[in-house]
């Protein structure tokens, strides 16, 4: 099935797509792709960077632990919940207009909490990051799709899938500098002006396209009913790790979750328009696309976690030296995302996809090696190793997934692979996370009273290993220098063993993920988006 594209610059200004090239730099593909790069950027980053200014912003306004994770688990979520409803809002509003509504609300969210003089506020504002991060997100996609044509579409989502990796991966380092040499604040102060220059580029650039079948209507009930169980699924995700995976409270979000979508899924087929055509999943290579996102994001958010904690508490290092230390990972996502486009316009996705989940599970078994006294160029390899497994990933199963969607639905499909990724960045962070947490409580009381150490209260052991798990060493103040070096060498030793197992997981997850990767084929409708403009 094909769509024919109908561009418009405003509300009632339409005429068919095939009218003539666009005139100068509007509409021009190359600088649309610019354009959405840049407010893409900001939702990226303020993925990562925000953990960085975690400790500052806690000491600042006198926050809690857990006020401090909220202050994450707030932009996730609402971001996580809404991106597909956000994508149905571009398909019927148009992708322009969704684009710029989101980069303004989420450059001024940001500049809000930088204002915010109480951690409410600040966890406040992130709910609306969230928000509006899931109304450009998508938009992004969405634009691309209709503007450029289909042998340029891989290369175009490789340069944007280069952005994001970059982005995430180098949170931490500008995070690091933003916080040790201006302050907290400024790591969302940083938004404002990205984001207004994001919103002219914006304004001056892109032109609307809009798909002839468009949705007309909204599936208000379907909207509900996956907002509900996206929210359910997700809570029970993040609260996991505190309630624990045996608790109560966190199947019952689970049980919840699992009807709220089949009830969901009942609902679509009887609605007129409904939310998200079911149809859609007809298509194998689709729906191998959205399980290849969220292994791939398993592995690599996942892995992501504990390296932070790895760098800096175990090897003692600085978040702006932790943060050059992930610059390998970085690079090779900068170098491969373009380079693995190339490749699947040329070769098709299914070896490219299945080649970078090997090179990625080769990584996650190489980072399961480190040691306490691993050297920086034997962390590098594996790190690079990761970034080159991962640009293939992220071009390809986003290709794909938008690919294979009628245009009329790319915003909606572009909703589908970013909550893909969030829900596989959630699992990877509390399924990891478990992992991790069995290991330590396994292991740190038999390693503690193998090192001679005195003997510690069931309450104390717990209260220690939870620190261990972040790769702390617990020693108390006062401790004489040679028991406080057996300590740390007992907690960094636990804590090793905990990576390691949370690391061969990933492994794991990136093998599964090799063979759905054979499942996947080009996109069938990628040429309905055939762009308007110059090439």
């Known amino acids: 099935m094909t769509s024919q594209t109908i561009e418009t610059t405003g509300p009632g200004d339409r005429g068919p797509s095939d009218a003539g090239p666009a005139k100068g730099l509007r509409g ?48 996730f979520l609402a971001l996580a919940v809404t991106l597909i409803t956000a994508g149905k809002l571009g398909d019927r509003f148009g992708h322009r207009q969704t684009f710029l509504i989101g980069v303004a609300g989420f450059a001024a969210s940001s500049g809000a909490i930088g204002l915010s003089g109480s951690i409410g506020a ?13 109304l450009l997100m998508p938009a992004a996609l969405g634009l691309l799709r209709a503007t450029f044509p289909a042998e340029k579409l891989n290369m175009a989502i490789g340069i944007w899938g280069m952005v994001i990796g970059a982005s995430t991966a180098g949170g931490p380092i500008l995070g690091g500098v933003l916080v040790e040499h201006v302050n907290w604040q400024s790591v969302f102060f940083i ?4 984001g207004v220059l994001a919103l002219v580029l914006g304004v001056l650039i892109l032109l609307d396209h809009r798909a002839e079948n468009a949705p007309r209507s909204f599936d208000i009930v379907g909207i509900v009913l996956l907002s509900a169980s996206m929210f359910c699924l997700v ?13 109560g409270r966190t199947w019952l979000f689970i049980v919840v979750s699992v009807v709220g979508f089949g009830l969901f899924s009942f609902w679509e087929t009887r609605v007129r328009e409904p939310l998200i055509p079911l149809a859609m999943f007809r298509s194998v290579p689709l729906s191998a696309g959205v399980v290849l996102m969220v292994l791939m994001a398993i592995a690599f958010m996942g892995g992501l976690f504990f390296v932070t904690f790895y760098l800096q508490n175990v090897h003692g290092m600085s978040p702006v030296d932790a943060g050059l230390h992930l610059l390998p990972l970085t690079a090779m996502m900068i170098v491969g995302s373009p380079a693995a486009g190339a490749m699947i316009t040329k070769f098709g996705p299914r070896v490219p996809l299945a080649g970078g989940m090997a090179l990625t599970a080769i990584a996650m078994y190489g980072m399961s090696t480190l040691e306490t006294d691993t ?23 986003t290709e794909v997934i938008v690919g294979n969607a009628p245009l009329e639905l790319s915003g909606v499909a572009g909703g589908l692979q970013q909550a893909a990724m969030q829900i596989g960045g959630s699992l990877g962070t509390a399924v990891l996370g478990a992992v991790m947490a069995s290991k330590v409580d396994n292991d740190f009381a038999g390693n503690w009273a193998e090192a001679g150490l005195p003997k510690l209260t069931p309450a104390q052991l717990d209260a220690a290993a939870e620190g261990v798990q972040q790769g702390i060493a617990p020693v108390p103040p006062g401790t004489p220098a040679p028991v406080a070096e057996k300590i740390a060498d007992v907690a960094h030793d636990t804590f090793i063993s905990g990576m390691s197992l949370a690391s061969l997981t990933a492994a794991g997850v990136a093998v599964v993920a090799v063979f759905v990767a054979f499942l996947t084929k080009k996109g069938e409708n990628a040429e309905a988006g055939a762009g308007v403009g110059h090439i």
Not at 191 to 194: D, E, F, G, I, L
Not at 375 to 388: E, I, P, Q, R, T
């Open 28 to 75: 021009h593909p190359w600088v649309t792709l610019i354009t959405v790069a840049v407010g893409v950027m900001m939702v990226a980053l303020d993925g990562t960077i925000v953990a960085i200014a975690n400790p500052a912003i806690g000491k600042d306004l006198g926050a809690s632990w857990s006020e401090l994770q909220w202050i994450t688990n707030a932009y």
């Open 122 to 134: 600040v966890i406040v504002f992130r709910v609306f990051q969230g928000l509006f991060g899931a």
């Open 191 to 194: 938004n404002v002006p990205v």
């Open 235 to 247: 809570w029970a995700l993040i609260k996991a790790p505190e309630w624990g995976w045996g608790d």
């Open 375 to 397: 050297g920086s160029l034997a962390m590098s390899v594996w790190f690079a190793l990761l970034g080159l497994g991962l640009a293939p990933v992220m071009v390809g199963a």
